[in-house]
Nanobody
Framework: QLQASGGGLVQAGGSLRLSCVAS????????MAWFRQAPGEERTFVAA????????DYTDSVKGRFAISRDNAKNTVYLQMNSLKPQDTAVYYC?????????????????WGQGTQVTVSS
């Protein structure tokens, strides 16, 4: 029900925009988030956005470089990633939470996309 896309291979300092489209049901009333998982590591929080776009949260390592946004008319959430670093390399997942508050713990999210690979070369 969540389809993530937009990943790819980019050089350090470059940019990518990830998209996550919902189908089958709408998540316009719920917070959505991006997580990432590097090889051999746990899935970690990247960014989250409230249902009405008035509140966002970011992990410290991406603040000032990444921006989460959503277009409820298109049932889509985005992650604009600028000034990418090799340590940003991971599979990126979008998620939706059937609640109200922004959360950073993965188990608080109810729906997950399939992931899109982001690779940043040095």
């Amino acid at each position: 029900q969540l389809q993530a896309s937009g990943g790819g291979l980019v050089q350090a300092g470059g940019s990518l925009r990830l998209s996550c489209v919902a189908s089958g049901r709408t998540f316009t009333s719920y917070p959505m988030a991006w997580f990432r998982q590097a090889p051999g590591e746990e899935r970690t929080f990247v960014a989250a956005i409230s249902f009405n776009d008035d509140s966002t949260d970011y992990t410290d390592s991406v603040k000032g470089r990444f921006a989460i946004s959503r277009d409820n008319a298109k049932n889509t959430v985005y992650l604009q990633m600028n000034s990418l670093k090799p340590q940003d390399t991971a599979v990126y997942y979008c998620a939706a939470r059937l609640g109200t508050d922004l959360e950073v713990l993965s188990y608080m999210y109810d729906y997950w996309g399939q992931g899109t690979q982001v690779t940043v070369s040095s």
